[in-house]
């Protein structure tokens, strides 16, 4: 029998997270955040907000991070390494002769989702550094419930997540979840901080968006200052960074399955996880090793790969420096969407000068998801799990990919990233009844 599976043990778990920035010098190098041109500094703000070992991160150039050991316990308490599957289930009802179908398994997690790479560290320095509690926004709730769980790991370390409204009301299981790791939640937007009342007064079933709730975040640490510290899902260079252990894993795995992967893909919100599998091969692809296309799966109620590449805020309220990235501008909102993780403005800088530089391409999918229900309800009755709709964007791409290829006799070897399970998705799920075809695009 062939192999379906690669993995690794514990002693192979890697030692050093990838820091992509010095190897997009290549490129012309990544802009800095900047401060506006009006207003109090932005920059200013960041060693109030971030625990320094983040910081740090942040701000480095050095290609390689040693990652703590009481980091890498954690990542092994958590389930890591996680395996890699090639769907033969999903290829034999594809036909697929040529084409081969990866998925990284990032649902193996105690909370269901990657989050957990880039949660567990930053609690850790949040605890070193003397902080009562970390502080959050989150979409979807993958974030929020998996920050939740690295702080309950820390012993008496707090969490408080403010929960994009849409989204709050549609899982409350999730919020079980969070609240059983000891977590505040408050539905955003809140009265808890004046850009929530604001917000709430003109509307008190606002549906929020990431960008109000990570406002709402960053103020409720700023009213703390020096109790509380903010920690952030995605975006920034040192959450993709903490996230490259999944691209370093699949990198071995696919090495034990003697393949060289032809396409990558994953669903893009703000590009932690996608970026997570993605950069250690986009280096091969800079060192012009490798030939491999890079193809993020996106709502089209929030394309933000398709905005504008210039300056703005990370929030909606304009506390956050600067960032050179694609963007629908930090005010804009969008349409509410099964797929919550993914409604937000603006892409990663890191993310964003791969796509000026078209090495990242963008598949974006109608709002109504059923193209993208299509694909979960495949996956799961050909491979029997049952996974996030964030994470059935990038299947859909995947997919689509493999039945162009198809088409067209090429050979391919196609990596996706399942960025989390959708066991709470059950608003997304109830509709599966009405999808049992699979539309070819």
């Known amino acids: 029998m062939a192999r379906i599976q690669a993995t690794l043990t514990p002693d192979e778990l890697p030692k050093e997270w990838y820091n992509i920035v ?62 890699l599957f090639e769907a033969k289930g999903l290829e034999r009802k594809l036909e697929l002769k040529k084409v081969r179908l990866f998925y990284k ?23 070193k550094e003397g902080y009562e509690a970390v502080v959050t926004e989150t979409g979807a709730g993958q974030w929020g419930s998996a920050l939740a769980y690295a702080a309950a790991l820390q012993g008496d370390l707090d969490c408080i997540v403010y929960w994009v409204g849409a989204a709050y009301d549609l899982k409350p299981e999730r919020l079980s979840l969070m609240h059983g790791f000891g977590a505040k939640v ?68 696919l090495k034990q399955l003697d393949v060289e992967p032809t396409i990558m893909t994953g669903c893009l919100g703000g590009g932690s996880n996608f970026g997570g599998l993605a950069l ?110 964030e994470s059935a964007y990038g299947l859909r791409v995947g997919i689509d990919e493999a039945l162009r290829a198809k088409r067209e006799g090429r050979e391919e070897n196609i990596v996706v990233n399942l960025s989390g399970h959708g066991h709470y998705d059950t608003e997304f799920y109830g509709r599966v009844a009405n999808c049992n075809s699979y539309t070819v695009v």
Not at 114 to 122: D, F, L, M, R
């Open 22 to 83: 010095p190897d997009l010098n290549k490129l012309g190098g990544l802009p800095p955040p900047k401060d506006p041109e009006e207003g109090p500094s932005r920059l200013k703000l960041l060693p109030k907000i971030l625990t320094k070992g983040c910081l740090e991160l942040e701000v480095s150039n050095e290609r390689w991070i040693p990652i703590p050991e009481d980091v890498r316990e954690s990542y092994l308490r958590s389930g890591r390494p996680r395996p």
């Open 105 to 127: 398994a990032e649902f193996y997690s105690p909370t269901g989702s990657h989050k957990v790479n880039t949660a567990i560290p930053q609690c850790y320095y949040a605890k």
């Open 186 to 253: 408050f539905r955003s937007p809140s009265q808890e901080t004046e850009t929530g009342k604001k917000l709430f007064k003109e509307n008190n079933n606002h549906k929020g968006s990431l960008g109000i709730a990570i406002s709402e975040a960053i103020e409720d640490v700023l009213n703390h200052e020096g109790e509380r510290i903010y920690c952030l899902g995605s975006v920034l260079n040192h959450v993709l960074t903490h996230q490259t252990i999944i691209g370093l894993e699949t990198k071995e795995q």
């Open 280 to 389: 250690p091969f986009v280096k091969e692809v800079l060192d012009g090793k490798a030939e491999i296309r890079f193809i993020a799966g996106q709502s089209a109620g929030s394309p933000n790969l398709d905005g504008e590449y210039k300056y703005d805020h990370a929030d909606y309220a304009g506390f956050t420096p600067l960032l050179k990235m694609c963007t629908l501008g930090h005010k804009f909102e969008g349409v509410p969407i099964m797929a919550e993780g993914l409604r937000y403005h603006g892409a990663a800088p890191i993310m964003s000068l791969l796509r000026n530089n078209k090495l990242l391409e963008s598949y974006v999918y109608p709002t109504d998801e059923e193209l993208i229900l299509e694909a979960a309800n495949l996956f799961m009755r050909t491979e029997g799990f049952q996974i996030a709709p």
